[in-house]
């Protein structure tokens, strides 16, 4: 079996699979931490439903399908900052996007005659489909993100606590929140080439809720994420592989019994990260 195993990681398709979820690991469950702290759970519904219309105007225009995705999630993201001033803040905006970005994605469908099954496809993904411009996206992500939590950790906390209160602190809640979500955006495009749409959680939201059941503090979060992440990736990958598995579902399967396990550990912790922004330092 371990010769089996052996083989196959000499494969080229497999080897950049591999390295595209190591790279997404470092990345991706930060954007889940920044997910649950902005409370803007729809956002990968949001994004999915933005692909769908990128990929069908990219099949119309002859462009690149998941290029013009990536471009729409991005354009999409950036447009959300304003309506986080609102007071039904980003998840009623996320709301109206998924709204507008269906209706579009079947509209240019129905109107060009694109195969709508063709652009379905694209979005339920494959790891072992992973391109080399998808390694590079995902390489970028692993210094942006933890780049940004690094240099700018005292005012995400602020945000992620309370944005009337970092507007108060001195910090630019709306240009770092167009930051965020343009991130948010093109992380969550990222995922979805990797696992595809409906397992794009795998990678960002499972190990960010895990991490917050063991985590005190912000940055004890992202740390935990970033681990269960990359534990997570590839022992899911290698035990697809010495399955015959898909790999995608087994990493939402070991994802998801690893939160659930930890859910069901006693939480003894006194403090938690977004109840005191200070314990961020």
Sequence with gaps: MSASLGTLLQLVPVQRGLLGLVLGAIGLPIVGVVIIGLDIMPVRFAMM????????????TGLDPLLCAL???????????????????????????????????LLVLSVSGVNANGAFE???????????????????????????????????????????????????????????????????????????????????????????????????????????????????FLLALVLDFPPGPVLVLLAGAVTLTLHAVPDRRKQRWHRSPASAH
Excluded: K, Y
């Excluded at 769908?52 to 105007?57: K, M, R, T």
């Excluded at 304003?82 to 996320?94: E, H, N």
């Design 49 to 60: 439903h933005v692909a769908l219309f990128g990929i069908a105007a990219g099949m119309l």
């Design 71 to 105: 471009l729409a999630c991005a354009a999409s993201g950036a447009a959300l900052t304003p309506l986080a001033r609102t007071p039904s803040g980003l998840s009623g905006a996320m709301g109206l996007l998924m709204s507008l970005a269906i209706a579009a994605a």
């Design 122 to 236: 694209l979005l339920w993904g494959s790891i072992l489909a992973t391109r080399t411009q998808d390694v590079v996206l995902l390489a970028v992500l692993a210094l942006v993100i933890p780049g940004l939590f690094l240099v700018r950790r005292r005012q995400l906390a602020l945000l992620l606590h309370d944005r009337e209160l970092a507007a108060c602190s001195g910090v630019r809640v709306d240009r770092l929140t167009f930051a965020l979500l343009l991130l948010v955006a093109v992380a969550v495009a990222g995922a979805i080439r990797l696992t595809g749409a409906l397992l794009v959680d795998a990678l960002t939201l499972l190990p960010a809720l895990a991490a917050r059941r063991v985590a005190n503090s912000l940055r004890g979060m992202v740390f935990a994420a970033v681990v269960i992440g990359l534990v997570v990736n590839v022992a899911g």
